[in-house]
């Protein structure tokens, strides 16, 4: 299984009102110090169904980019009840 093939099952499994870090999907994925190729991975996602990529964050609670777009993404994770704390 390629990393990408990895990552974007990781990502699928997220439950709804969850989030994980870019850190930890690439942990998962057994590339550890790989959080900004998830994030690469993540930005040509299209099946946003299968692949929740809006559920994956920054390590330090920001929501991080979207490719639909933060306010979206941010829309989508209070839509799913997940708590989020403005940081600036």
Same mark, same amino acid.
Not at 8 to 14: D, E, H, T
Not at 18 to 26: D, E, G, P
Not at 74 to 79: D, E, N, P
């Given at each position: 299984m *390629?990393? *990408?093939e990895?990552?974007? +099952?990781?990502?699928?499994?997220? $439950?709804?009102g969850? *989030?994980? *870090?870019?850190?930890?999907?690439?942990?998962?994925?057994?590339? $550890?110090?790989?959080?900004r190729?998830?994030?690469? =991975?993540?930005?040509s996602?299209?099946d946003y169904?299968k692949? $929740?990529?809006?559920?994956?964050?920054?390590?330090?609670?920001?929501?991080?980019?979207?490719?639909?777009?933060?306010k979206?993404k941010? +829309?989508?994770?209070?839509?799913e009840? =997940?708590?989020? =704390?403005d940081?600036?």
């Open positions: *390629t990393f *990408t990895k990552v974007l +099952k990781i990502v699928a499994n997220i $439950p709804k969850s *989030t994980m *870090t870019y850190k930890q999907v690439a942990i998962m994925a057994g590339k $550890p110090g790989a959080a190729a998830v994030g690469n =991975v993540l930005k996602n299209t169904e692949i $929740p990529c809006h559920r994956v964050i920054k390590s330090n609670g920001e929501i991080g980019n979207y490719n639909r777009g933060a979206m941010r +829309k989508l994770l209070i839509k009840g =997940v708590c989020l =704390v940081l600036k």
